[in-house]
Nanobody, 121 residues
Framework: QVQLVESGGGLVQPGESLRLSCVAS????????MDWYRQAPGKERELVAG???????NYADSVKGRFTISRDNAKNTAYLQMHSLKPEDTAVYYC???????????????WGQGTQVTVSS
């Protein structure tokens, strides 16, 4: 099986920055897409940013120009660099990876447990 562990969340003031990390471990042959989602209280989970195996990226309009997603394939890790944070960015952030398992022709989707990001003065 595969486990995803996020880190890097915390409490920051508006305008500050945070960098989230998500490390995948387990029987991994290859990771396709890596995505970051977030869910604020009372709202649905939404896609924040995604990066393909070819490093093509996409972003929600609300974070374009402020957030940057990247990946380190050697470390099975996804990053989300967040700048100019706003109170409306407050949410639990989850990583999501499409993983090709060793010894299997199948691709499975895995989620991390989430990391809290709070932006408040």
């Amino acid at each position: 099986q595969v486990q995803l562990v996020e880190s890097g969340g915390g409490l920051v003031q508006p305008g500050e920055s945070l960098r989230l990390s998500c490390v995948a471990s387990g029987n991994i042959r290859f990771i396709n897409d890596m995505d970051w989602y977030r869910q604020a209280p009372g709202k649905e989970r939404e896609l924040v940013a995604g990066i393909t195996s070819g490093s093509r990226t996409n972003y929600a309009d609300s974070v374009k120009g402020r957030f940057t997603i990247s990946r380190d394939n050697a470390k099975n890790t996804a990053y989300l660099q967040m700048h100019s944070l706003k109170p409306e960015d407050t949410a639990v952030y989850y990583c999501n990876m499409e993983v090709s398992l060793g010894g299997s022709p199948y691709v499975n989707i895995y989620w991390g447990q989430g990391t809290q990001v709070t932006v408040s003065s």
